[in-house]
């Protein structure tokens, strides 16, 4: 059995040493980008939970400190956060930068379906 849920409802917590096997794992995956002195990055805290209860099974959220996991910032180019990183079948597709509101950021997930 892994490290991971197969069905998280709500944002798993990935880390240097797991990013790699979340990517793998599960098909459609956004990772959170964040810290916690960033205030903007707290904004998109409840967003991404309530994004992951209601897309349960379809979507799987994952949150990463980059002040603690450098080396996946820097192997994604993490320059601005929050940054959420969208993953689908292992490979990166694209970024979503900055805080917005729920229905923006779930328009701007499906369109890299």
């Known amino acids: 059995m892994g490290t991971f849920a197969e069905n998280p409802d709500s944002p798993i917590v990935v880390t240097d040493s797991t990013m790699?096997?979340?990517?793998?794992?599960?098909?459609?995956?956004?990772v959170d980008c964040w810290a916690?002195?960033?205030?903007?990055?707290?904004?998109m805290g409840p967003v991404l939970e309530k994004l992951a209860k209601d897309h349960q099974g379809d979507i799987v959220f994952a949150k990463l400190d980059v002040d603690s996991n450098n080396r996946t910032a820097a192997k994604f180019g993490?320059?601005?956060?929050?940054?959420?990183?969208?993953?689908?079948?292992?490979k990166k597709v694209g970024?979503?930068?900055?805080?917005?509101?729920?229905?923006?950021?779930?328009?701007?997930?499906?369109?890299?379906?």
Do not use: H, T
């Open 36 to 43: 916690e002195w960033c205030g903007p990055c707290k904004m």
């Open 20 to 30: 790699d096997e979340a990517v793998a794992k599960y098909p459609f995956l956004v």
């Open 95 to 113: 970024d979503i930068i900055g805080a917005m509101p729920e229905q923006m950021v779930l328009a701007k997930i499906n369109a890299y379906r």
């Open 78 to 90: 993490i320059r601005s956060i929050p940054d959420l990183l969208v993953f689908k079948n292992g």
